[in-house]
Structure formats: structure tokens, C-alpha cells
């Protein structure tokens, strides 16, 4: 049975586009056995099983009531109107990934339509690990790197916590999805964000005259523009090349007139449903996106929710103290309220790892018990702040739970990071407590009626 099909009644009926969005949904997502999810009635949402039972099984949410503008726009793709969602997920090595916030992202997509990939970043050009369902390459082969966690940033970061910088005077940038992986994902718009001062792309390849190009005049935030490629059909491939001339002009500006700075892309199909940004830095910590700056860059793209997902590279330091951390949880809430006010805000919790040392000069592992505290710094920071916040560290079974994850496989060498199917679990356990705290909130209203 594929994923389409066990839609509910209630957001499949009257639904504007339906066919190409199910259509995608065929060719591009898993399909899901019926017996896979738990039933839910016509006007609740059906939820996915659990393949893993490890601990105790945490679906709520606390302060649920603080995503009610999230949960009304969730309202309205189920009620077949025309608009897109936009949700942003902030985070470290757990979500550059991809698997954790790309399980979440591919179940809300669904059961309330497909908008699009989101965010990209060319994080294989800055030598390190990319998600698996596009790429983003270059035949340039020197790049600076800029990234969010470095205390002197090589280059200038974007809206995904890096940047890519090079100083040839030609550039080409090939956004490609991959055809398994990324199936379902074609688009017909792209954005690229890059520095003011870096050369401006134009379309490449066999169908460059199918493209509607609007480069930025004016920057969207401070050094930052914002170019749109518009596609006449769905692709799967945008080739982009540099130009030095002068908008409007024959005249070619000499390359040193530039700093060629980019930042990433989002990608969009024209269709309503979800539209799923995943932003995550290897190493990244709250510190590191407590910046006005970045978070005006962030506030870009919209977000009704943002999903905080923080709090394990913390854990790691020599002097951990839940007050100095809560602090910092505070610090950067408080300024994503100031940015994006009307954004509803989710705290995760990390989920238990271990870390290493030595014993008789002996390297081994014991158990990270700064995860526990650092879960309830953050759900004390969540109450403070009067922001929704999801215990992950509860839901993956609360103390000694990483144990029970590497004996089911489910943790990576370094027992820090997860396994593609731990982390796919994890994002279907997301699911699972949003859908199940919009459910309540159906309940509670039909009760009223």
C-alpha cells in the first residue's frame, strides 16, 4: 500500500493539486504497510509505529498550547487550502545528517502534502559530510570554509551555519537530487543566498533558456542576496555559472571586484503541503547560533515552527553546569523571539550517549550523565520561557537507554551518533508527539462542539 493511500479521508477530500502531490508521494516515498501504523479515527491522524520499544514510550509534548499557530496551519493543508508550512529544524551533527529531521520531514510531507526539499548546503564542498538525497558540486576544487562553530570564521556563514568562499574568477555551482534517495524531491524554483559582493549565477546546461532568472538588487538582510531560478517544468538538476558582467551591461568586471561568499539554496516544487529545512553544523552548539545577525538571516526563510534540536556537543565540556547552559538556551530563545515573533518555537532534548576515557591507561566508555542534565536544563528552560519542548532523552529510554541502543545496533562506532535506523526512529518518535499533541487539540475542540 503506498504512502498516499493511507491519507486520511479528512486531508485527501477536496485537496487543490492533489494528483501531482500524490503522485510524488508514489514515486518518492517508502511506502508504509498498513499494519505499520496505529489507527487513527477520520479526524485524527494515524501514527506510525514504533519498530524499536527501548524504555519507556514518551509521545506528548509539553506547552503544546504555545503550537497552536502550527497546529492551525496544519488545519489548513488538511482542509485542502493552497499554502505551504514552513518549518525549520536548527541544529548540530545529529541533523546535518539528514536521517533524524529527514525521517520527520518525509512523514509530515505524507500526510499534508509535499512542498519541496527546503535547505540545501554545500557541505561536500566544504569537506564535509552531506545528507544523502542531493548534491551540491563544483568543478572549483579550492574552497574556505566558513562554519558557525569557528571562533575566527574563514569566510562569512549563511542561513545553514557555513559558507563557502573561492577566489577563481569562474565558478560553476550543479545542484543535482539523487535519483533513489532523493526521489519525489524535483523541483521548479530554486533560491541561491550568497554574499553581496560574490559574482552572480546564471543558468547552464541543456535547458538554461526554460529558466526565469531575478537576481537580487537589494540585499534580502545585510550582505546577504537572495537570487530566484525559476524552472518551466519540474527537474531534478540545476546547473548554475558564474558571470562577471555588469547587470544590464556588456562591460566584464575584473574578478577582484568580487568575494565570491555562497551559502545554499531552498528548493520548492510550486504545490502546497510542508516545506522541511533542515539546518545542522557538525559540532554546533547554542552559543554558536547566538547571533543577531544569523538569526536574521534564518528569520528568511519563515518558519511557522522552529524545531531546536541542541544541547549533546554541551555535554562534552570539561565544566558543564546546568545554570551557565540554561543560561544559554535563554539567551538564544530570547533572540529568536525578537527576529521571528510569530514563529512557534519546539525545544528537543539530546538523546543519552557515552563518552570516552581512560582507565588504567586503557581507553574506554561509561555512560555521558551530562545528557540528563542537560535534558533538564532544557526542559526547565522550555517552562521558563513559555515554549513548547519534546524530552527526547525520556522518549529513548532516560538513563542508561544507550546501552540498550548500541545493543540493538542502533548506535555508530563513536557511540555519540546513531545509526541510520536510529536516527530514523528517533524522527519517527518526533512525529509521533507532534501529531499526537495536534490529535489532543482536534479532541479537545471536537469535545467543545
Known sequence: MTVHSLLSPRLTRGRKKAGHINQMYMAGFNAIPCQAWEQGSIDTIPLPSRIYSIGKEVDSIQSPSSLQSFFDELDSLGAGKDTVLTIVHLGDSHIQAGYYSGKVMRLLQAQFGNAGRGWI???????????????????????????????????????????????????????????????????????????????????????????????ATVPAVAGVLADTFRISHPVDTLQLHSTRRKQGTDKLLPASNFKNVYYGFSLTNGYPGVLYHSVGVNGAMYVNYTDEAYVRQLALLKPSLL?????????????????????????????????????????????????????NKKRTYVRNSNTQLAAKAIVKAAHEEGVACWDLFAATGGKSSCTKWRKEKLMGRDRIHFTKDGYREQGTLLYRALMQSYNQMLKIRKDDE
Open 121 to 215: 548546503a554545500p557541505f561536500k564542498l566544504s569537506k564535509t559530510n552531506e545528507p544523502d538525497d542531493y548534491f551540491i558540486s563544483s568543478s572549483v576544487r579550492e574552497w574556505v570554509t566558513g562554519r558557525c562553530i569557528q571562533a575566527n570564521k574563514k569566510c562569512p556563514v549563511g542561513i545553514g551555519g557555513i559558507g563557502i568562499q573561492s577566489v577563481s574568477p569562474s565558478i560553476n555551482l550543479d545542484v543535482r537530487i539523487a535519483p533513489n534517495n532523493g526521489a519525489g524531491y524535483s523541483f521548479n524554483q530554486a533560491i541561491l543566498y550568497r554574499g553581496e559582493k560574490a559574482m552572480p549565477m546564471l543558468p547552464a546546461g541543456s535547458f538554461k533558456d526554460s529558466i526565469q532568472t531575478s537576481l
Open 307 to 359: 524545531i531546536i534540536s541542541l544541547g549533546t556537543n554541551e555535554t562534552f565540556g570539561r565544566r558543564f553546569r546546568s545554570e551557565e547552559f540554561g543560561g544559554q538556551i535563554r539567551a538564544f530563545v530570547s533572540l529568536v523571539k525578537k527576529q521571528m515573533p510569530e514563529t512557534a518555537i519546539l525545544l528537543t532534548t539530546p538523546p543519552e550517549c557515552y563518552k570516552r576515557t581512560y582507565v
